[in-house]
């Protein structure tokens, strides 16, 4: 009987290489999806699908959450808020989606029980990211004792999250050697065609490549 992982996909680097990474560690994929109503969302879910497609990944779900457009609160689900590009921001960003790792996790954790996996992988990185509360390593580790008190006595998921000390340097040189296809990923925060190259998450990206020595090989427009 294979051992199983729940790993949660964007569509973009960092959850692809998590994915690439329990691939090499020999578990059998069962890959997660959240639409959110994100401002990238369409681009965000064909990179999911071609992804799930390299991998030949047949056990796929992708869950609409349209209320986070109802919250509001950031520049991924609210188009009267802009989204930053000037590089500098104090505090939290405002594309910080309020708590929405922690109900990714929640429903992960669901699809989790209901597969019988015993692993839950997701990419958070707390090291080189962007601020966002919900990607530390103290919290991932909370919500994994959360989620075992809340689940039946017999279920037993550990919550992997491989790359939260990592930088986006680290992360391209990772994903290289694991032969991840870095272009079919995609990150930046708010455009579907070619990438702003100017958005916190672009920065980042661009950034991680430099440092690493390696051309990004998706299109910019910047």
């Known amino acids: ?14 959850s692809s290489l998590v994915c690439s990474k329990m691939i090499d560690d020999a578990y059998e994929i069962i890959a997660v999806h959240f639409n959110y109503d994100q401002r990238t969302q369409d681009k965000e879910l064909e990179c999911f699908n071609s992804i799930c497609k390299h991998y030949n990944i047949d056990k796929t779900y992708v869950i609409d959450l349209d209320f986070f457009k109802q919250l509001g609160a950031n520049a991924l689900t609210d188009r009267s ?23 990714f996790l929640s429903l992960a954790a669901s699809i989790a029980e209901k597969e019988g996996a015993e692993v839950l992988a997701i990419g958070v990185v707390q090291e080189d990211s962007s601020g966002y509360p919900d990607c530390r390593d103290s919290f991932i580790k909370s919500m994994e004792k959360s989620i075992n008190l809340g689940t039946k006595d017999e279920t037993s998921i550990e919550i992997k999250m491989p790359l939260v000390h990592l930088s986006k340097a680290q992360i391209v040189s990772e994903a290289i050697k694991l032969k991840t296809p870095l272009e079919l990923t995609w990150s930046c925060y708010q455009n579907e065609d070619k990438a702003c190259g100017v958005c916190d998450s672009c920065r980042l990206r661009l950034n991680g490549f430099k440092i690493a020595g390696v051309k990004d090989p998706i299109i910019y427009e910047n």
């Not at 009987?1 to 960092?14: C, R």
């Not at 104090?90 to 989606?97: D, S």
């Open 1 to 14: 009987m294979s051992k199983k992982a729940v790993v949660i996909m964007s569509g973009g680097m960092d």
């Open 81 to 103: 808020i802009d989204v930053p590009t000037s590089g500098v921001e104090e505090g939290v960003p405002v594309t910080y989606v309020p708590f929405r790792n922690g109900i």
